[in-house]
């Protein structure tokens, strides 16, 4: 079993940026990583993936703008987040998912707001 804390979310404005941090109580070595979000009303959907050997995937609405990368002697997995708009509002969530689980942090807001 793994924890998963996230945190770094807060108030900024639009253009603005974040890092979002993700740690986990072990090793994250061979594990793809994930973050999603969730705004409020709307399903929660995934913003980037990160491979256990560091390739990247992005949802169209964050890509060139979102950059996701890890520190696995940290056990950590990072969220940039730059040129933030309104629409980014939501709750983020780090996700790892691995034989026999499927965890998640608790979350952390970010707010985009002027």
């Known amino acids: 079993q793994v924890q998963l804390v996230e945190s770094g979310g807060g108030v900024v404005q639009p253009g603005g940026s974040l890092r979002l941090s993700c740690a986990a109580s072990?090793?994250?070595?061979?594990?793809?990583m994930r973050w999603h979000r969730q705004a409020p009303g709307k399903q929660r959907e995934l913003v980037a993936t990160?491979?256990?050997?560091?390739?990247?995937n992005y949802a169209d609405s964050v890509k060139g703008r979102f950059t996701i990368s890890r520190d696995n002697a940290e056990n950590t997995v990072y969220l940039q987040m730059n040129s933030l708009k309104l629409e980014d509002t939501a709750v983020y969530y780090c996700?790892?998912?691995?034989?026999?689980?499927?965890?998640w942090g608790q979350g952390t807001q970010v707010t985009v707001s002027s």
């Open positions: 996700n790892l998912v691995r034989y026999g689980g499927n965890y």
């Open positions: 072990g090793s994250i070595r061979t594990d793809a």
């Open positions: 990160i491979s256990s050997i560091g390739t990247t």
